[in-house]
Structure formats: C-alpha cells, structure tokens
C-alpha cells in the first residue's frame, strides 16, 4: 500500500528562520510523483512542486527547495528566511497513478501546520 | 481566469437530508476528484472520474454519489447513509498526470 508520513504535527518559528518539513513516502511503484501543497486558512490547496521518481534532482524556487532521496524515501521541504506569509498547512502526497493514465489519484500525508511569528 | 468553482463555500446539512455540492471547472480537464478532509488529518479520496459518464469509488465513497454527464461539472452527493458528513469537501482537477488543481472548498456541518 501506498502511505506518505509527515511526522511533524506542528512547527513554530519566528520569522527569518530556516525550516525543514519531513516527508517519507512508502510505495512498491517503480514510476510515482511527489508533490507539495499549500493549504493557507481560505482551505484552498496550492500546488507548490511535482517530482517524478525518475529525477532526484533537488529544485530551488525562491525561498524555497525541495530534497528527493529516493534512497531513504524522503522528499523534504526547506523555507529559507521564513516569513509570516509562510503560516499554513503544508501537505505532502504521492500519486498512485501509473503513467500514461489519464488521471491522478493522491495518497496524502497528515500535514504539518507552520506557524511563522513576526 | 481559468480555474475550479465550488459552492457553497459553508453548507448545513440537517440529520437525514441529502445534500449536493457542486464543482465547475474551466480548465478543460479530463479528470476530475473529491476529497474530504477532516480536522488534523490529509485528505481521503471519496470519487474520481477520468471521463465524462464514468467514474469510480476512492477510498471513503460509501455515503457519497456523484455524476459526471458534462465533462466541466462533477457535483457530489452526500446522502443520509453518511453517518458523519461533517467535513470540509475539496474538489480538484487534472490532465494525466499532471498536478491537480483544487477548488476551494466547502465546509459541510450536520445541524
């Protein structure tokens, strides 16, 4: 079966800090996608990156990076210079669908909540 | 502006009554999903359908029925065999494999 597990409940930082958030994925699919989405208070998930477990290489957008080792099955989050803004929901999922299927079937971690204090 | 319509936004549902949520997308993808989401935990997949005039069950769908007779709207059906409805619903979309776009939500609460 497939799990993603984000054992970080909570973090709190104050702002300017760096933060990683943990994932670990478990599946048997040779071919998968990893994703990240924000979930500010409005409830609405915003798409932050997509990895297909073929590229392992790390991505930089802005403040933000993202580490795959498929080795230890992580695919973890990093907030450089936190920022209020940054006060969300963050989940982790992985897609059960096989390439070339016309869809997209999410598995999701619990979430972890980020609090950025000013 | 191109993107996914849910409403209403909040929905009271008394004991018994079946409710509907609606989905509209004009992103002009094929697939398209319900997720419910409960306090602290992910999201669980109630349906998905990849075309219009099918879909399929997720992981929580008894309770839920949906319909897909046009290939923008893919509304929800919570019926009283839901024994706990009380949740925020999040519709979503995608093409393939791509990343899904979500909408932003409704929260039903039991009355």
């Known amino acids: 079966a497939q799990k993603v597990t984000q054992a970080q409940t909570e973090i709190s930082v104050v702002e300017k800090e760096d933060v990683t958030l943990d994932c670990v994925y478990e599946?048997?699919?040779?071919?998968?996608?990893l994703f990240w989405y924000k979930q500010p208070p409005s409830g609405e998930l915003v798409f932050l990156i997509r990895r297909n477990s073929f590229d392992e290489q790390n991505e930089i957008s802005g403040r933000y990076s993202w580490n795959f080792q498929k080795s230890t099955s992580s695919f973890n989050f990093t907030i450089t210079a936190s920022q209020v803004v940054d006060s969300a929901v963050y989940f982790c999922?992985?897609?059960?669908?096989?390439?070339?299927?016309?869809?997209?079937?999410?598995?999701f971690g619990t979430g972890t909540r980020l609090l950025v204090s000013p | 502006d191109g993107g996914i319509t849910q409403s209403p936004k909040y929905l009271f549902r008394k004991e018994g009554q079946n409710v509907t949520l609606s989905c509209e997308q004009n992103l002009n993808h094929d697939a398209m999903y319900w997720y419910r989401q409960d306090p602290g935990q992910g999201l669980r997949l109630i349906y998905y359908?990849?075309?219009?005039?099918?879909?399929q069950k997720g992981d929580i769908a008894e309770g839920y029925s949906v319909s897909r007779e046009k290939k923008e709207s893919f509304p929800l059906t919570v019926t009283s065999a839901q024994k706990n409805p009380t949740a925020f619903y999040l519709c979503?979309?995608?093409?393939?494999?791509?990343?899904?776009?979500f909408g932003q939500g409704t929260r039903l609460t039991v009355v």
């Open positions: 999922a992985l897609s059960e669908g096989r390439r070339n299927t016309g869809f997209q079937k999410l598995v």
């Open positions: 979503a979309s995608s093409i393939g494999a791509a990343e899904a776009f």
């Open positions: 359908s990849q075309i219009v005039n099918d879909f």
């Open positions: 599946t048997r699919d040779t071919t998968y996608y």
